[in-house]
């Protein structure tokens, strides 16, 4: 059901830019007014756009809302709901770091393979 009226929401809104990007600026303001003939000029088209985006826009803001309750319905809840605050930085180190501290995470754990450290494997001076 969601999907039906997702895609007859995206079919209005298509509708609904196209329809505004016919109607002719008042202002002139893009600089494209009156000069490509006579295409959809006249006052009776003038209202036929005008209807149409009315009712464009009301069938937007009726599928927008049902679009809501549908989701609110199935349980899926806002990204406001997520983790609520954001995650903590790690804390500093007690003291200075030093070369030990350096390492210690640069090195392979005892034991273990060789080559599955945690830190990147590179080549410690000595």
């Given at each position: ?122 080549p410690i001076s000595q």
């Open positions: 059901m969601e999907t039906v009226i997702i895609v007859i929401h995206l079919m209005v809104v298509l509708a609904l830019v196209g329809v505004i990007l016919l109607q002719k600026s008042e202002g002139g303001a893009l600089g494209m007014g009156g000069g490509g003939g006579n295409f959809l000029s006249g006052r009776g088209t003038a209202n036929v756009l005008t209807r149409a985006t009315t009712y464009l826009a009301a069938a937007f803001f009726a599928t927008s809302i049902i679009l809501t309750i549908l989701h609110n319905n199935t349980g899926g809840g806002s990204i406001l709901d997520g983790s609520g605050a954001p995650a903590a930085a790690p804390s500093a180190p007690a003291g200075a770091a030093t070369t030990d501290d350096l390492k210690n995470q640069l090195t392979p754990p005892a034991g273990g393979d060789g080559g599955s450290g945690t830190g990147p494997q590179v």
